[in-house]
């Protein structure tokens, strides 16, 4: 089949300079929702019709599989549809879709092409309490005949229910002969893809009808407001399925957000406010505290991740603990069976099994050993200015509260450093390392008195 998918249009209501089907929705653009549920349909070719944004747009939606049209001006539904029957192969059907209708389902594309088959036109409709603004189905002795544009309806017409969701299955052949008809002889002066439907019963073709699954699949974004409506009812989605197909507990379905992909293994739980960024994959058994942040992470099964914790682009092994309030950033990797607490950021840093990091440190480029303790107030000085450097510390060391390993320095399997040390050069295994200034007592001194003044 061919796809075309419209995405010229302006949107002057979002108020933005980026183009409307360039906003993010569950962590993507809108339009790469629709491209995405096209590609799932195995098409011959994708057409897209681009206009506001200009290559922008092309450029954000990567794909050798996709062609790209410019609809320039834009002049209707119908006038961009004509820009891409060049690029339609006549012996397939066409499907129409939309950049700013990003819920739609593939399954229920599928359904409207089975209702068109080869020769039929297809129309994608839907009954709404309130069908204010939308195109209404008119219809005689049940058959579609034609579509009334809301504007351009009479009384009796905007009673009607069902509605034109503007995606459609046509044949090819047919298809061009159409739109090379079209007028645009109504309120707005444009060239309606809808008035297909008028020329379809003058040539005897068939006009039926599909409907989705839901009616929010249908969906589109004009505003700000629609947008933040529509990530909500994906999110809703997205919640469902985790709990239904993969078993997840969700402390409150509606405080979840997924922008990318989200993979759980058994019994996972997930309290309220987290969100998940790029590809996230959390193991058996895993349990997410209220309000943290993941991207592009693996966690390993029975790891906890307390309250309030940041990880990207970070890999946790099994059993370990995380939080609350601590920050795992990029290239951080941590063994089975560690510790790191609160207040403690780990950057670019390899904690092997067993090795704890509990209270207020800062660990950057670092490779720590199993079974390494890091007392609280250590940090890595891992940057002199220019460049970074790294901090090794064998496996059984012990690092002392409040100390400073100034890199590039190895600590030694076994070795101890006493709290409060400036670590400049390397200690050696199994030995006590430490560089403390003399504590001194001054049995003389006096502590200050208040000097007597007097106010008013």
């Known amino acids: 089949m061919n796809i075309v998918i419209l995405a010229a249009g302006l949107g002057k209501r979002m108020r933005s300079a980026l183009p409307k089907v360039l906003h993010p929705l569950a962590g993507k653009p809108l339009l790469q929702h629709v491209v995405d549920e096209a590609r799932a349909l195995d098409p011959d070719t994708i057409v897209v019709v681009y206009g506001h944004g200009g290559e922008a747009v092309s ?20 006038h961009a549809v004509q820009q891409a029957a060049p690029l339609l192969a006549d012996g397939v059907p066409t499907l129409v879709l939309y950049g700013d209708v990003p819920l739609i389902r593939a399954a229920t594309l599928d359904r409207l092409l089975q209702a068109g088959g080869q020769d039929a036109l297809a129309l ?70 809808t008035d297909i439907v008028a020329f379809a019963v003058q040539d005897g073709v068939r006009v039926e009808s599909a409907q989705p699954g839901q009616a929010s699949e249908t969906l589109g974004v004009n505003s700000k407001l629609q947008l933040a409506q529509l990530e909500r009812l994906l999110q809703a989605r997205i919640a469902a399925r985790l709990m ?29 406010g987290c969100v998940f960024e790029g590809e996230v994959e959390l193991g058996d058994d895993v349990e997410i505290g209220p309000y943290c942040t993941i991207r592009s992470a693996r966690i390993g099964a029975g790891t906890r991740v307390l309250p309030y914790s940041n990880i990207d682009d970070a890999v946790v092994g099994a059993n370990a603990r995380i939080g609350p309030f601590a920050r795992l950033r990029p290239g951080t990797e941590l063994g089975d069976g560690t510790h790191v607490g609160n207040f403690v950021e780990m ?12 209270h207020l440190a800062y660990i950057g480029d670092a490779s720590i050993g199993e079974r390494v303790n890091v007392g609280a107030g250590t940090i890595t000085c891992n940057y002199d200015g220019v460049n970074k450097h790294e901090t090794v510390i064998g496996d059984d060391a012990f690092i002392g509260s409040d100390t400073q ?4 320095v190895k600590v030694g399997r076994g070795a101890t450093i006493g709290a409060g040390t400036t670590l400049t050069h390397d200690a ?29």
Request: proline share 6%; charged share 30%.
């Open 59 to 78: 450029q954000a939606i990567p794909g050798d599989d996709l062609r790209w049209v410019l609809q320039q001006p834009q002049l209707g539904t119908g």
């Open 347 to 358: 950057k670019n840093t390899k904690m092997r099994a067993g090795s704890k990091a509990n």
């Open 428 to 456: 050696p295994e199994g030995r006590l390392t430490l560089s403390r200034a003399k504590q001194a007592t001054i049995d003389s001194w006096k502590r200050p008195a208040p000097k007597n003044t007097r106010t008013g």
């Open 405 to 408: 390993l100034v890199a590039p």
């Open 124 to 193: 994608l409709t839907v009954e709404l309490d309130d069908p204010t603004g939308y195109g209404r189905i008119v219809r005689r002795d049940g058959r579609i005949v034609r579509i009334v544009e809301h504007r351009d309806a009479d009384e009796v017409q905007r009673r009607i229910r069902e509605i034109n969701t503007g995606i459609l299955a046509a044949p090819t052949p047919a298809l061009k002969r159409w739109l090379a008809a079209l007028g645009n002889d109504n309120a707005q002066g444009e060239y309606y893809l």
């Open 244 to 272: 239904e197909e993969d078993g997840v507990r969700l402390a409150d379905p509606a405080r979840l957000d997924v922008r990318g992909r989200l993979r759980c293994g058994r019994d996972v739980f997930i309290d309220v």
